[in-house]
């Protein structure tokens, strides 16, 4: 079966890899062909991402992720930036001092803007396109349902990869299937060290990840 994988990448970063940094070189395509079976032949890989700012303390956050989208460029993964943004706001606190202190604090928010729809819209367009007999998510954004009902009254079946815990409601109601991405997924799908990509380059992972 001709299967399509769509990686929306912050989601699976923060439900999967946040504070795993031995398990952050993953080879996406490896990931899901483990979670999936073996009938499942991955035709394309597409990854949703948005370029991250500098942390205070971690100047080299960036630099990681530009290797990373390298190496998964010389593995054939289709790669889609959508956009951060970062505004300050105010919201009100759990537990305000008391009068004359303010219930309110300014913070800075950030928020990564464009994934989930650019996700939709080409897992929508690979499908009127027949590129796939099934499109597989991995995400847990029940905002993906009504692409996955479309996609699914299009004759196609539609898979839910996501973190241990089950998928949202609306997700398991708009899909055929779903598999648990496990930590033995995530170990046993590491990319190489070393990789060379098409024009002899060679990409190493970062050391802070190894």
């Avoid at 190496?71 to 956009?83: D, P, T, Y």
């Avoid at 009100?92 to 996700?119: F, M, T």
Wanted: hydrophobic share 35%; net charge positive.
């Amino acid at each position: 079966m001709r299967t399509a994988v769509y990686v929306d990448g912050f989601n699976l970063f923060h439900s999967l890899l946040e504070g795993q940094p031995g398990v952050k070189w993953l080879d996406l395509a490896a990931m899901a062909q483990g979670a999936l079976s073996p009938h499942n032949k991955i035709v394309l890989v597409r990854y949703f991402t948005a370029r991250v700012k500098a942390p205070p303390g971690d100047p080299d956050m960036p630099s990681r992720q530009d290797v990373y989208l390298r190496a998964l460029r010389s593995r054939g993964v289709v790669i889609h930036e959508g956009n951060f943004t970062e505004l300050a706001k105010t919201r009100r606190l759990v537990n305000p001092p008391p009068p004359p202190g303010s219930k309110y604090v300014e913070i800075w928010h950030r928020e990564e803007k464009g994934s989930d729809v650019n996700l939709a819209v080409h897992m929508l367009n690979d499908a009127w396109r027949d590129v796939y007999d099934c499109a597989v998510v991995v995400s847990n954004d029940s905002d993906l349902a009504e692409a996955c009902h479309l996609v699914k009254t299009m004759g196609k079946t539609v898979g839910i990869l996501c973190a241990p815990k089950r998928p949202t409601k609306q997700l398991q109601e708009c899909s055929h299937f779903h598999r648990r991405i496990t930590q033995t997924h995530l170990q046993n799908s590491q990319l190489p060290e070393t990789i060379q990509d098409q024009a002899g380059r060679l990409i190493t992972r970062p050391a802070r990840w190894k």
